[in-house]
């Protein structure tokens, strides 16, 4: 008898194969000339459930399809919900990738494309895992419900519309999602909080065309220059973002947490060197874990405006703007903290800019108990598939869906990330290592095990 | 006997006629199709030259030719050094033009064609005036060096090198430049200063490559909001430029000075509304005017970093960039502010930030003294010609030739404009009053009799 273990050992090659041929599809998600290439990932995924013989429906939607797909034959054992998403970030900019993003190379013990980490490379490590299960046992040990969406790098909104429409159809036991990273290579973690979102774009609008600098320069306001201004004018000279009550429900850190994250095994000249700096800046009083973590930050994510092309124009433009973004920490209030901003950039908009502020999206920081057994069962599972026993981390990302899934179906969410922190997700070169990829696997397949071990909460 | 006023008025029509002949080549310097065209114009004005029996040179150089014409049949009297282009912007947008650029056409009492104002119509004024003398009186009143170029549209180089190796061959007394406009309809006008310029790239290199910035965000430093926090921090909220020293040298106006501007005919609510604001901010305790001629200014002209495209991208940019410029009063350095600027920017640029500053051009302000000899020839030439004393004005921008006049031969240069602000230079539907046309004859043919009763200089 093969175990579900063995039968991911033998499979290793054609599962890579298999996620290569998801990662060909450019799914991206935010532009519309991709939009039939989408839905392509979505029927791919769809199949894949299919030839499984999970029960699998694909919920259209205004934007792009969900993939809900079942084996629910074990009755009075736990209900998983495993979430992931097909979609994927745009490549841009092209030039930077070594190979094309939807041509995925393995290269290095890593396999690289657009998505390989975020999440397709992740999410298919969970659907392996129950066809090893189905393949060799021909039952699982719990419950599962995948739940794959096609709009979590455009804002989750048709996703977050259905699942408050269907709360008792999607009720479970436990969330589990890998869109998340390993503490370090062969350090695997268990990320137990994340950092929650508020996303803006910023769009002013000065004189109704470009003018020249020489002639109109220091009599019209120019919008780059207020651009500037406003951007400028959200934090101070210590890194404290000045969007009055910004900090108002920010929780201190408790002195146990800090000895926590002080105690892992960060390198930070490390950290500043991957990524090609010679240091850091942030908020006065804090280490660098602690601001990716468990402290809010502010930051411009583009910005545009007049001429941006070779040698000097003298032009004095017409428009500029800015997409921008803080990330909370729980208890922060995105809602709260938008009007406050909002007030805030009108009351510094000058005579002759329109401004317009537009609200993406955002969701509260989460935090899940380190004392749940669930905690617990997936830190079995992580053991035995790593061989090595997890540590507990938090993110400085936002998982928006963690929030839904906490509010709408009273679910803690076991974030299992079996990335990397340097697999450039959304960045030009992303990639997942291999090696990874197949422990995820395994440790996918144990979690159904040991959660099967805490019988069925609700 | 027949004055050369007369003369001017008894053949308004030819003169007409034979600008149209010029304003039918084509001569758009930028575009490489039309180089045969811009030489065409430059055989065409050449060949005007030679039929009044001035002394022709036209002189090659690795772009388009310069036509060097004179007439130095007045011994002790001054030298004019008249300076023109024979080079036109291009064209387009075409389908925005009602009736074809290069078919000049009379309508409303102006004539339409690309080149009518800038500078073909108004450089022919001088010519004909000299026509009107010659033809006339068989001698001018004074000397008159014409420096006709083509390549005014594209940055004069060529010309500016000749000007620098002919010193002594160019030696005059003062230059002449009809390329700017009245102040208003009725209202012709002497500008008298011109605000110099700085303008620079700032380049910001942060992370090696593009971040995640919820992973990254508060500890990494993004270069987007440096490049904020630095355009922002170059000006205070009073509108001041905060470059130290940078108005070390600014010389304040003068009471007299600032009554002349506040007694100019300008409609601020209509300039405003003109460019489509609902008005305007700069350095405080300056009024708009003066804000635009008389005291330095700084614009972004162009910004870029992260991510422009649809909804929301949550990136931690790797670069950030702008251009900015300076818009410089006389006596400013621009060397000096670029020093200072180089030195304020590298001290607020915080670890994990490489920046580098590029220097594009510079070039200082120019005033002439009012109570210069040849502001007072040129103010009753004009009174003459239009039959109005003109107003003193400045202007905001640049016009590179009247520094090189300064710097290579010592002269200060006559900005005698006889468009219009409404002219659509540089724009489709450009035009050139009839009346102004031949006002500025007029005006011309009265200059080198003004310019004799101040005998030499040199």
Same mark, same amino acid.
């Given at each position: ?191 137990? %909080? ?11 609008? %000065? ?98 405006? %007049?001429?941006?092309?070779? %040698? ?147």
């Amino acid at each position: 008898m093969t175990t579900p273990f063995e039968y991911a050992e033998q499979h290793a090659s054609r599962f890579e194969e298999e996620l290569c041929d998801w990662l060909r599809i450019p799914s991206v998600s935010a532009d519309d000339a991709h939009r039939d290439d989408v839905r392509r990932a979505a029927v791919w995924v769809a199949q894949q459930f299919e030839q499984l013989g999970l029960q699998v429906e694909q919920i259209e939607t205004p934007g792009h399809p969900i993939v809900l797909a079942e084996w629910l034959g074990a009755p009075g054992a736990p209900t998983a919900l495993v979430y992931g998403h097909y979609d994927v970030q745009p490549p841009d900019p092209l030039d930077l990738w070594q190979t094309p993003p939807f041509e995925p190379t393995r290269r290095d013990g890593n396999i690289y494309a657009r998505g390989a980490t975020d999440d397709k490379g992740q999410a298919f490590t969970h659907i392996k895992s129950v066809e090893a299960w189905l393949r060799t046992e021909n039952r699982l040990p719990i419950n599962v419900r995948f739940l794959i969406e096609g709009e979590e790098e455009i804002g989750s909104e048709h996703l977050f519309a259905y699942i408050a429409d269907h709360r008792d159809r999607l009720r479970s036991d436990v969330a589990v999602i890998s869109d998340t990273s390993q503490f370090a290579p062969g350090v695997p973690a268990i990320t137990y %909080g994340l950092r929650g979102i508020c996303y803006y774009e910023l769009r002013l609008q %000065g004189p109704s065309q470009d003018l020249h600098s020489g002639s109109f320069g220091g009599a019209i306001t120019n919008p780059a220059n207020v651009l500037a201004t406003m951007l400028a004018a959200l934090v101070d000279d210590h890194g404290r973002i000045q969007v009055p009550g910004f900090y108002d429900d920010v929780e201190p850190p408790t002195d146990e947490e800090r000895r926590q994250l002080a105690a892992l095994p960060f390198d930070q000249s490390a950290f500043f060197s991957e990524v090609g700096v010679d240091g850091g800046t942030g908020e006065e009083g804090y280490t660098t874990l602690e601001r990716r973590w468990i402290r809010p930050s502010y930051d411009v994510n583009g910005l545009w405006g %007049g001429y941006q092309g070779q %040698g000097a124009k003298t032009v004095l433009p017409s428009k500029a703007g800015a997409k921008f973004s803080f990330r909370l920490v729980p208890r922060q209030n995105p809602a709260k903290i938008t009007a406050a901003l909002r007030k805030m950039l009108e009351s510094i908009c000058p005579p002759g800019i329109r401004m317009q502020l537009i609200d993406f999206h955002g969701a509260p920081g989460v935090v899940v108990p380190l004392d749940s057994p669930f905690i617990s069962a997936a830190a079995t599972a992580i053991e035995k598939g790593f061989g090595r026993r997890p540590v507990f981390i938090r993110e400085g990302g936002s998982i928006p869906v963690v929030s839904v899934f906490h509010e709408e179906l009273g679910l803690d969410t076991l974030l299992l990330g079996w990335g990397q922190s340097d697999d450039n997700m959304h960045a030009p070169n992303e990639k997942f290592s291999l090696a990874d990829f197949h422990r995820g696997i395994l440790a996918s397949a144990h979690l159904w095990e040991e959660l099967r071990r805490l019988g069925t909460s609700g």
